[in-house]
């Protein structure tokens, strides 16, 4: 990408079943396409699978609550979600 990230992109719980080595990863986004339920599953199994799991970022409507997730971004607004998540990434490796 021209921002200079890595981009992997998975599909459902299989993808992430065999993205074993979450330690590769700046962050983790979970897309809105799925249900809330398939969201915060996914979380879940994130979190109960390994202890050094990156940021996990959850894409969604703003009534729609991703237990777990450590940051959720509205896709409410259109394209702003991905500004969002640009400055994110910006933030967190200025702290890195």
Request: charged content about 25%.
């Amino acid at each position: 990408m021209s921002a200079g990230l890595h981009v992997s992109i998975v599909l459902g719980m299989d993808g992430l079943v065999a993205v074993r080595d979450l330690q590769q990863f700046n962050c983790i986004l979970l897309g809105d396409e799925g249900s809330v339920a398939d969201q915060r599953s996914a979380v879940r199994w994130l979190k109960e699978e390994s202890t050094n799991v990156p940021p996990v970022i959850a894409l969604g409507r703003e009534d729609e609550l991703v237990e777990g997730a450590d940051y959720q971004i509205s896709t409410n607004h259109g394209g702003n979600w991905l500004e969002a998540l640009t400055d994110y990434i910006r933030r967190s490796r200025k702290l890195a």
